[in-house]
Structure formats: C-alpha cells, structure tokens
C-alpha cells in the first residue's frame, strides 16, 4: 500500500489523474474502473484538460462503473450514467460501445448483476479500479458489514449514505434506496487500485481503514490486503495518520 499525500484538492486531483494517465499511455487498451461522486469530478476535469491537448487518447480505452441506482433511467441527470457522461464520456474519444455501467433499468437484480459480472469477465479484468471512501468506509456501495467474497450484488442503502447523497437531488425522498454495485471481491481483483480522498471529514475513516483492523464493518480496509493499492490523499483527509 502506497500513500500519496497532496497540498489540496487540486493537487490530490492531478496526482491521482497522473497515475490514470500513466495506465493509459501505458497501455491504451486498458480497462479503467471508474467511480462517481464528488470526490473524483477534480480528476475527470484534469484527464479531460489533457485530452484535449494531445497529451492521452482513450480511443483503445474500456470502462467499467463501479456503481448505479436501481431504478434509475440512464437519462435521470443524477444517475450515473448520465455524471458519467457529463464529466468525462462526452469529452473525450472514448468509444460509446467500449463504456460499460450496470444498467439500473433493469430490475432483475440476479439477471443483471450477473450479466455485469459477465462484462468485467469478457473486457479481461479491471486494470486500474479508482475508488472513493464513503465516510463510514463503504467503497462503492459496498456499506459497512458487506462480505468481501461478493461479486456484483443489489444494495439498500443505508441511511448515512441516502443523507450524503440527498445534495445530489431535489429532495431526500427521491434518492434511490438500492443500487447495483460491484462487489469487494471485483474491486479486489483490479491489477492497481486507486483510492482518493479529501477533506477533513474523510480523516477519521482513512485513519481506521488503513491503520486499523481489517473488518468488514470498514470495507476499505480490505485495500490493506490488495497487492498494488495507491492511496491519494489530500492534506486534510491526512491529518490523522
């Protein structure tokens, strides 16, 4: 495990773009494993910037979601297909066919957590899976008390999460109260695992995450155990460690 500390959220951005862009040029038929929330709007932003200086090309380029409500229609500006188009897909040369998210349409949850499990399968495995930390430690919507060896599964969502996600919508109400997430068995077999965070109100959990026990009560700390895991942190989310 390999901590990066950053001045502030700008730095921490363009650390954390650096390693993606590095997988990219690298490898530029990699599958990145990308993730949505706030956290990561600051790296989409930087990626994009140098997009369109010539300086990566995502055209050979896969992605896989971590992560999308159930119930959702794609088209709903807060789902997450939509974020994702919004902040990246829409911006640069990614293939449409090479973008792959659960499809929260779908409310056969068997059928289509299997079918995702299906994708990652066929794309070959996630090269580089980028995560944030929920402030209980859930990754994805893998909350606290989560079995590690799941695959992709259909989550209610608890209480804390539907709060931190209330800013996203008009009301508390409308917030999805289930989503298909990948599972912490997915994400553990990522080649590299990024992990960013920022904020003095992430610095408590970074703290018991990755100095801590590992339990599936802090699902994060199960990245203590992953073999190429990079966490980017910036100065407040690192206070405590």
């Known amino acids: 495990m390999k901590i990066i500390r950053a001045k502030d959220y700008y730095d921490m951005s363009r650390k954390a773009a650096n390693i ?23 790296i989409y932003k930087q990626l994009v910037e ?7 090309d995502f055209s050979e380029v896969t992605t896989v979601n971590l992560d999308e409500y159930r119930g959702l229609p794609r088209e709903h500006p807060e789902s997450y297909w939509s974020f994702m188009h919004r902040n990246l897909f829409d911006l640069v040369n990614i293939r449409p066919e ?11 949850a068997a059928a289509e957590c299997a079918r995702y499990d299906y994708v990652i399968q066929r794309v070959g495995g996630i090269d580089l899976q980028l995560l944030g930390i929920g402030h209980d430690g859930h990754i994805g919507f893998n909350e606290p008390g989560s079995a590690f060896e799941l695959g992709t599964h259909c989550v209610d969502l608890t209480e804390e999460t539907i709060e931190a996600n209330k800013r996203f919508f008009a009301s508390k109400e ?3 109260r289930q989503a298909y997430t990948m599972g912490i068995k997915t994400i553990m077999q990522a080649r590299k695992v990024l992990l960013v965070a920022n904020g003095a109100g992430k610095a408590e959990i970074i703290k018991r995450a990755f100095f801590g026990p590992v339990t599936p009560e802090v699902p994060a700390s199960i990245l203590q155990m992953h073999p190429d ?3 980017v942190l910036d100065a407040e989310a690192a206070s405590l460690i």
């Open 20 to 42: 993606i862009s590095a997988q990219v040029i690298m490898k530029p038929n990699c599958v990145l494993g990308l993730a949505t929330g706030g956290t990561p709007v600051g």
């Open 50 to 56: 140098w997009y369109n200086k010539d300086d990566i």
């Open 98 to 108: 090479r973008i792959n998210l659960p499809d929260g349409t779908n409310l056969d």
């Open 174 to 176: 409308e917030v999805p």
């Open 229 to 231: 895991c990079t966490i």
